[in-house]
């Protein structure tokens, strides 16, 4: 049986684009859990949806961040 | 030197005199070729084994003289096959062995053979020995104008336990000077190569001493300490970064060092100088980096077709000269991480990539990602090896790296060694994790500041009046939402006079009506309380009268469509013209639109306080 070559999950040449998207699609996000913080009045916020809005900024931010890392060169 | 040769002659009479007879095996021909092109001398010996006496042998015995500094790489193969047919050597074992009655100014190796030899029996063997640091300077002390002379001392008779029947030398020099050599019976020169013998039938342990003294201007480049740091990434990229700490061990070099006679002729002002050394990359090697120790790297733009590396330091190294530098560069994951059987090795080479450079000690520190376990390691040769952590990018606990340590490394020694581990696949994931995780922390910080009332005073005029200025805004927020709903619902009804026109189906229309008022109804019921509200409360004093204004406007909105509405259906029931419709319809038509457009502006403004 012959050994089998590891790669990386993710294709290297994927590495810049996916961080850029990942990050862009992280930071509307996290514009809109901002303006609905902004406008919104005490009476009507929803805990839970700040709460979602803020938990898929995040991961989306997380590994835009992490693709980032990795396309600049530094290899987590 | 001369002492140590009589003093060793002697040593070596007593010694025939008192061996005991070993196996009888007797070495039917011998070959040997010495390569002192460099200052890693090899010494390759071909030898023809015969097994003259009665009973099977296992095992051949190889003598070199101790004083001789030690050996640094033996390698003794054998090849199946006569004649032309020489298919790739099967290396056998070889190790340090101590049989009584040797003297002690030899150290002797043994050699096990896979295929014990049979009586009368004769086998080929190969032998590579490699020395280093055996070429002597002389004169030790040069000027940067002289040549770099050398001395080697071997013996001109094969050294053997056993008795040689038939053997011959052969010394490979640089294309230089030859000084002086040994001149025996049988001595004849080619051009740069001495050719001793051939000599027949010699007793165990013949000694003919031999002296060669010649030139010779390749690098005396050893590396006192060189550590080697492979840091292995499972996205993708293997890191290695080499520190080197180089110094010329050839002829010292006294007196002064002129610049400008060097670079006017460098040939014959330095001509032992290094001027530079040549690595050999992995293919597929990229972001070189290279750098002085002083903690300054400067990126080397990678261009490189052959993947030879040209490092040239600021100035040339002369006799007992030093330098340090750091090298590093990635690899390609894919090259150098194999998977099989649930386990992960990486095959990587051990020693440096540069050319002909002797190492004094060289230190490994392979880095595997957080996570791994069950490390092993193999070699092909032996290593003193420990296990550490290093704590690098995004790690929780450290990364276990294993350190391996050899002494004495010659560029043999360059192969290639496995370190088998196992890794579980999500813990890939925990990188991304905590990157997620701090983003999170920073949204949950945010949420709980939005939400904690952190005000000092809860009874001074101006909290008390934020906090009925926010209700108002909630209040109007809620106004606007049930204005919109109001005028979704006029598009509704506008919707379906359209559709009127086209399919002619009345009682539709008339159902739709029907639900728009109700509708309507439910929303005046609920604009009501907040509009009481309003009213009520001081602080919405100056923005009450256009929310009036907004609510009157949009009922008579309200009333004008509907108007417009039944006018439409009356029409249609009782089948007049187009142009009569339009008629009856037009000032109707004309208000909604101014009506709709004020509707809109003042949503706008109160939108904006």
């Given at each position: 049986m012959a050994p089998k070559p590891i790669t990386s999950p993710v294709p290297d040449s994927w590495y810049p684009t996916l961080s850029v998207s990942m990050l862009a699609i992280g930071l509307v996000i996290?514009?809109?859990?901002?303006?609905?913080?902004?406008?919104?009045?005490?009476r009507n916020r929803s805990l839970a949806k700040e709460l979602t809005t803020g938990a898929l900024a995040s991961f989306f931010l997380g590994f835009g961040s992490l693709f980032l890392l990795l396309a600049s060169g530094i290899y987590v | 030197m001369g002492f140590w040769l009589r003093f060793n002659l002697l040593v070596f009479t007593i010694a025939i005199l008192s061996?005991?007879?070993l196996s009888d095996l007797i070495l039917s021909k011998v070959d040997r070729r010495i390569d002192l092109t460099s200052q890693i001398v090899r010494i390759t010996s071909t030898l023809k084994v015969e097994n003259a006496?009665?009973?099977?042998?296992?095992?051949?015995?190889?003598?070199?003289?101790?004083?001789?500094?030690?050996?640094?790489?033996?390698?003794?193969?054998?090849?199946?096959?006569?004649?032309?047919?020489?298919?790739?050597?099967?290396?056998?074992?070889?190790?340090?062995?101590?049989?009584?009655?040797?003297?002690?100014?030899?150290t002797v190796y043994s050699v096990s053979l896979s295929k014990a030899l049979g009586e009368g029996d004769t086998m080929s063997l190969d032998v590579l020995a490699v020395f280093t640091h055996t070429l002597k300077p002389f004169p030790e002390k040069i000027t940067q104008a002289d040549i770099q002379l050398v001395l080697f001392q071997d013996s001109a008779y094969y050294l053997s336990p056993y008795a040689v029947k038939f053997q011959s030398l052969s010394i490979k020099l640089p294309d230089a000077r030859i000084e002086s050599y040994t001149k025996i019976e049988n001595t004849k020169i080619h051009g740069s190569e001495i050719k001793y013998g051939p000599y027949e039938n010699l007793h165990p342990f013949s000694y003919s001493p031999?002296?060669?003294?010649?030139?010779?201007?390749?690098p005396f480049a050893v590396a006192q300490e060189l550590v080697r740091e492979i840091e292995v990434?499972?996205?993708?990229?293997v890191q290695v970064t080499e520190h080197y700490n180089i110094v010329h061990e050839g002829a010292k070099s006294e007196g002064e060092f002129s610049r400008l006679e060097y670079q006017a002729r460098p040939h014959i002002r330095g001509s032992s100088a290094i001027r530079h050394f040549v690595a050999k990359l992995p293919p597929r090697a990229h972001s070189i980096i290279i750098g002085m120790k002083l903690g300054i790297y400067q990126h080397l733009i990678c261009g490189l077709i052959l993947k030879e590396l040209l490092i040239e330091p600021r100035y040339p190294m002369f006799g007992g000269w030093r330098t340090a530098f750091i090298i590093g560069y990635s690899l390609p994951l894919q090259d150098f991480l194999f998977e099989l059987e649930g386990k992960r090795f990486l095959n990587i080479s051990f020693a440096s990539p540069i050319n002909d450079l002797v190492i004094d000690n060289l230190v490994v520190k392979v880095v595997l990602p957080e996570g791994s376990r069950d490390l092993s390691v193999s070699t092909p040769f032996p290593v003193k090896q420990r296990q550490e952590s290093k704590i690098s990018h995004l790690d929780v606990v450290g990364r276990p790296v294993i350190v391996?340590?050899?002494?004495?490394?010659?560029?043999?020694?360059?192969?290639?060694?496995?370190?088998?581990?196992?890794?579980?696949?999500?813990?890939?994931?925990?990188e991304p994790f905590m990157l997620i995780s701090g983003f999170f922390f920073l949204f949950v910080a945010c949420i709980v500041y939005v939400h904690v009332d952190l005000s000092i005073s809860k009874s001074s005029a101006s909290y008390l009046a934020k906090l009925q200025w926010d209700e108002v805004r909630a209040t109007i927020q809620q106004v606007e939402s049930i204005i919109n709903q109001c005028l979704a619902t006029h598009e509704k009804i506008e919707a379906s006079l359209r559709d009127l026109s086209r399919i002619g189906d009345v009682q539709a229309?008339?159902?739709?009506?029907?639900?728009?008022?109700?509708?309507?109804?439910?929303?005046?019921?609920?604009?009501?309380?907040?509009?009481?509200f309003l009213q009520s409360s001081p602080a919405a004093a100056n923005i009450l009268p256009k929310v009036e204004e907004l609510v009157a406007k949009e009922r008579e909105l309200q009333e004008r469509w509907m108007a417009k509405h039944s006018i439409i259906v009356d029409c249609y029931e009782k089948k007049l013209g187009g142009r009569e419709i339009e008629n009856r319809v037009a000032p109707q038509q004309q208000k909604v639109?101014?009506?709709?457009?004020?509707?809109?502006?003042l949503l706008e403004y109160i939108d904006e306080i």
């Amino acid at each position: 049986m012959a050994p089998k070559p590891i790669t990386s999950p993710v294709p290297d040449s994927w590495y810049p684009t996916l961080s850029v998207s990942m990050l862009a699609i992280g930071l509307v996000i996290t514009a809109s859990f901002f303006i609905y913080e902004a406008t919104s009045s005490k009476r009507n916020r929803s805990l839970a949806k700040e709460l979602t809005t803020g938990a898929l900024a995040s991961f989306f931010l997380g590994f835009g961040s992490l693709f980032l890392l990795l396309a600049s060169g530094i290899y987590v | 030197m001369g002492f140590w040769l009589r003093f060793n002659l002697l040593v070596f009479t007593i010694a025939i005199l008192s061996t005991p007879v070993l196996s009888d095996l007797i070495l039917s021909k011998v070959d040997r070729r010495i390569d002192l092109t460099s200052q890693i001398v090899r010494i390759t010996s071909t030898l023809k084994v015969e097994n003259a006496g009665s009973g099977l042998v296992s095992e051949v015995l190889l003598a070199f003289q101790s004083f001789r500094l030690k050996i640094w790489y033996l390698m003794a193969t054998t090849n199946e096959g006569k004649g032309k047919t020489k298919s790739a050597g099967v290396s056998l074992p070889v190790e340090i062995a101590n049989p009584k009655g040797m003297p002690p100014a030899l150290t002797v190796y043994s050699v096990s053979l896979s295929k014990a030899l049979g009586e009368g029996d004769t086998m080929s063997l190969d032998v590579l020995a490699v020395f280093t640091h055996t070429l002597k300077p002389f004169p030790e002390k040069i000027t940067q104008a002289d040549i770099q002379l050398v001395l080697f001392q071997d013996s001109a008779y094969y050294l053997s336990p056993y008795a040689v029947k038939f053997q011959s030398l052969s010394i490979k020099l640089p294309d230089a000077r030859i000084e002086s050599y040994t001149k025996i019976e049988n001595t004849k020169i080619h051009g740069s190569e001495i050719k001793y013998g051939p000599y027949e039938n010699l007793h165990p342990f013949s000694y003919s001493p031999l002296v060669v003294h010649f030139e010779i201007n390749q690098p005396f480049a050893v590396a006192q300490e060189l550590v080697r740091e492979i840091e292995v990434s499972h996205w993708g990229n293997v890191q290695v970064t080499e520190h080197y700490n180089i110094v010329h061990e050839g002829a010292k070099s006294e007196g002064e060092f002129s610049r400008l006679e060097y670079q006017a002729r460098p040939h014959i002002r330095g001509s032992s100088a290094i001027r530079h050394f040549v690595a050999k990359l992995p293919p597929r090697a990229h972001s070189i980096i290279i750098g002085m120790k002083l903690g300054i790297y400067q990126h080397l733009i990678c261009g490189l077709i052959l993947k030879e590396l040209l490092i040239e330091p600021r100035y040339p190294m002369f006799g007992g000269w030093r330098t340090a530098f750091i090298i590093g560069y990635s690899l390609p994951l894919q090259d150098f991480l194999f998977e099989l059987e649930g386990k992960r090795f990486l095959n990587i080479s051990f020693a440096s990539p540069i050319n002909d450079l002797v190492i004094d000690n060289l230190v490994v520190k392979v880095v595997l990602p957080e996570g791994s376990r069950d490390l092993s390691v193999s070699t092909p040769f032996p290593v003193k090896q420990r296990q550490e952590s290093k704590i690098s990018h995004l790690d929780v606990v450290g990364r276990p790296v294993i350190v391996l340590e050899k002494a004495d490394v010659v560029p043999e020694h360059n192969q290639y060694f496995q370190i088998h581990y196992s890794f579980n696949k999500l813990s890939m994931l925990r990188e991304p994790f905590m990157l997620i995780s701090g983003f999170f922390f920073l949204f949950v910080a945010c949420i709980v500041y939005v939400h904690v009332d952190l005000s000092i005073s809860k009874s001074s005029a101006s909290y008390l009046a934020k906090l009925q200025w926010d209700e108002v805004r909630a209040t109007i927020q809620q106004v606007e939402s049930i204005i919109n709903q109001c005028l979704a619902t006029h598009e509704k009804i506008e919707a379906s006079l359209r559709d009127l026109s086209r399919i002619g189906d009345v009682q539709a229309c008339k159902t739709t009506r029907k639900t728009a008022d109700g509708l309507l109804k439910e929303h005046s019921k609920e604009l009501k309380p907040l509009l009481a509200f309003l009213q009520s409360s001081p602080a919405a004093a100056n923005i009450l009268p256009k929310v009036e204004e907004l609510v009157a406007k949009e009922r008579e909105l309200q009333e004008r469509w509907m108007a417009k509405h039944s006018i439409i259906v009356d029409c249609y029931e009782k089948k007049l013209g187009g142009r009569e419709i339009e008629n009856r319809v037009a000032p109707q038509q004309q208000k909604v639109v101014a009506l709709r457009q004020e509707v809109e502006d003042l949503l706008e403004y109160i939108d904006e306080i």
